[in-house]
């Protein structure tokens, strides 16, 4: 069973920088994905940044390109979301979830196409940005 637990949220003013972890366990042993997606009070959950375990390709949401990047230590059980020059529309909710999805799903249907495929969650840490 994957666990994730995700750590590093809390009060940043605008224009800083914050990074989360999440540290995962039981990953699946096949291709899968694993990355960050956020919710923000009264809007939908959406995907930020993900990792294809199999070949490493590495994918942005058009909003936090330039701004956020996505990494995994050497023994990929953490993960991790160096978020730099934060804005207030960056608060919300920041959830670590890892689905087991084929390579190459996201090249054909999009980043956002993995916010209703991943199969476990984190409880989520909430991001703050003051203005």
């Known amino acids: 069973q994957v666990q994730l637990v995700e750590s590093g949220g809390g009060l940043v003013q605008s224009g800083g920088s914050l990074r989360l972890s999440c540290q995962a366990s039981?990953?699946?042993?096949?291709?899968?994905?694993i990355g960050w997606f956020r919710q923000a009070p009264g809007k939908e959950r959406e995907a930020v940044s993900c990792?294809?375990?199999?070949?490493?390709?590495?994918y942005y949401a058009d909003f936090v390109k330039g701004r956020f990047t996505i990494s995994r230590d050497n023994t990929g059980n953490t993960l991790y979301l160096q978020m730099n020059d934060v804005k207030p529309e960056d608060t919300a909710v920041y959830y670590c979830?890892?689905?087991?999805?084929?390579?190459?799903?996201?090249?054909?249907?999009?980043?956002?196409?993995?916010?209703?495929?991943?199969?476990?969650w984190g409880k989520g840490t909430l991001v703050l940005v003051s203005s």
């Open positions: 979830a890892v689905g087991s999805i084929r390579q190459g799903y996201v090249d054909d249907y999009g980043l956002d196409s993995l916010t209703s495929r991943m199969d476990f």
């Open positions: 990792i294809s375990h199999n070949d490493g390709n590495v």
């Open positions: 039981g990953l699946p042993p096949n291709s899968y994905y």
